[in-house]
């Protein structure tokens, strides 16, 4: 027994062994000198708080990756499914679909960490309402809203919290709630990616003044989406859904932005890095043997060396990533595949084209299949504008949509906007027209603009809140997670009967039926055409 014992203490890592594994990878780390002082003492206590709103997509693989290594050193780990959050931020999930998409968090989160080798047993599950409406947990919040100022709960959930034009008091509350988890979880430290930072100092400024201990917090970066952008569950084509089929995960890789030699931005490697690399701790390029073969890379640093002289190319690093991540999807699509499973899928995120249309007698101005989630609407940037050879009313456009080649564009914008505002500038295109020739040159998009209602007709771009990048999806505000169509088809006329409702509200922000378009910066407006058209 007393060897048995030596030899366990022999394999344990040390302090110093366990802070490297809990801190690898990431971004920053508040309260270092804390994490190493517990750490001599004992096990730290960590907590990971997931907002059950969209379907999790492959980002959440790093945080999976981190909780492995949480494990590795000894922490005891703490997954809360926050569902109160999920209902608290705009709605992101309405409450008659809150249990259900718990479940399916549940289910495919437990499914994501048996496919990496997690054991299970060794975390503790908790949902938010298991406590969060208790006595004292509502009262600390009341005691919490009667110190916080507005301002100050404003700026802490700006990264996190949905920004619209006029927020409710709900999302106003969420940054306090989640500051209050870390005491009522009874945790040392909060993990989460370093878009969460502003609520962690939050929660470092305000638990003391209830009488509670400031917590350390524990920063992931963001990983790049497909597109270049932040991996978003409402931008379909930034992200890889984990039940995506094997062939939808080959023509999303393939359209991923990954330019030869470009290791910024590239989502694609920073996968590797953050969740193949600390699984594996290796990642084999699959390429043909004229091409050098495969070639194992045991250090990450060394394959972005390779890349960025562009020893390694852009297809096989693609082609490399989906054999590695289908093997990571293959567990969770043969779980997931069950009729019970399938049947949650389902019931949690029904797909609003497919609602039941009203009965007969109801009134239903609208046929519930004209969804503005079937618009495929996405940030452009103007790489080059050229008149039309033909049209003097015309310019040709070549416009970024965050596609491997910018696409082909005639917009009738000549006596509107000048040649120079238009180069170098976002814009806001629809992308899922079907390809027209517009006077000799196949138009692959529309550039949407305001316009005036009256005479003399006026006509403004619409503006993408700063920060976007091409690429990045555009949605109307509540149909978030419906798919765009691969492509409109005229004789239905999708867009003619969704554009009747679009209009410029008097703070010129661009909407439908009232309902903001969004991306995940902000609304989308125009410069002052208030109460005008769009098109």
């Not at 994501?112 to 406590?131: A, Q």
């Not at 409702?501 to 407006?525: N, Y």
Request: aromatic share 8%; with cysteine; glycine share 6%.
């Amino acid at each position: 027994m007393q060897r048995a014992e030596a030899a366990a203490m022999e394999a344990a890592p040390s302090p110093q062994e366990k802070y490297q594994l809990i801190t690898r990878n990431l971004q920053e780390v508040l309260g270092e000198d804390k994490l190493s002082a517990i750490l001599k003492e004992r096990e730290v206590k960590i907590y990971w708080g997931t907002a059950t709103t969209g379907k999790p997509h492959v980002a959440y693989f790093v945080p999976m990756s981190k909780i492995a290594d949480f494990l590795k050193a000894g922490c005891e780990v703490t997954i809360l499914f926050a569902d109160l959050h999920a209902y608290l931020d705009n709605m992101k999930a309405p409450w008659e679909l809150l249990e259900l998409r718990t479940r399916y968090y549940e289910n495919v989160i437990k499914a994501m960490l048996e496919s990496i080798g997690v054991p299970l047993e060794k975390l503790k599950f908790v949902r938010g309402t298991d406590y969060q409406l208790s006595k004292e947990y509502t009262l600390d919040v009341y005691r919490l809203s009667s110190m916080v100022t507005q301002h100050d709960a404003k700026k802490a959930g700006a990264e996190v919290v949905k920004q619209v034009e006029h927020p409710l008091l709900s999302g106003l509350l969420y940054p306090g709630l989640q500051a209050l988890d870390e005491e009522y979880l009874k945790v040392d430290a909060q993990f989460g990616g370093v878009d969460q930072r502003k609520i962690f100092t939050f929660a470092e400024k305000y638990l003391p003044s209830l009488g509670y201990a400031k917590r350390i917090h524990l920063m992931n970066p963001m990983v790049p989406g497909l597109t270049g952008s932040k991996m978003s569950s409402s931008e379909e084509d930034s992200k890889i859904d984990l039940l995506d089929r094997k062939e939808d995960v080959k023509k999303k890789l393939k359209k991923a932005f990954c330019e030869p030699g470009n290791v910024e931005n590239n989502g694609v490697l920073s996968f590797i890095k953050h969740v193949l690399f600390p699984l594996k701790s290796e990642f084999v390029i699959l390429r043909e043997e004229k091409w050098g073969g495969n070639k194992t890379y045991t250090d990450y640093e060394a394959l972005e060396k390779d890349f960025a002289e562009q020893v390694v190319h852009p297809g096989d690093l693609k082609n490399s990533v989906e054999v590695a991540l289908n093997k990571l999807l293959d567990p969770i699509r043969e779980k997931f595949n069950s009729p019970e499973l399938k049947k949650l899928t389902n019931a949690a995120y029904p797909n609003p084209s497919k609602a039941k249309p009203a009965e007969k007698g109801t009134k239903n101005s609208e046929p519930e299949n004209i969804v503005p989630s079937r618009l495929d609407i996405r940030v452009g940037k103007v790489i080059s504008v050229e008149k039309h050879p033909d049209a003097d009313s015309l310019y040709v456009e070549k416009i970024d949509v965050g596609e491997p080649e910018p696409r082909t564009v005639v917009s009738g914008l000549v006596q509107f906007v000048p040649k120079e505002q238009l180069q170098d500038r976002l814009v806001v295109l629809l992308c899922n027209l079907k390809p027209q020739k517009m006077r000799g040159v196949e138009s692959q998009g529309m550039v949407l603009c305001a316009s005036s209602l009256g005479e003399p007709r006026q006509v403004e771009l619409l503006d993408p809140p700063a920060g976007c990048c091409a690429g990045e999806r555009v949605y109307v505000e509540g149909y978030e997670d419906g798919e765009p169509d691969d492509e409109l088809k005229p004789k239905k006329k999708v867009f003619e009967k969704l554009q009747a409702d679009f209009r410029v509200s008097e703070d010129c922000v661009a909407q439908w039926k009232q309902r903001d378009f969004l991306t995940k910066l902000g609304s989308i407006s125009c410069k002052s055409l208030k109460g005008g058209s769009i098109s």
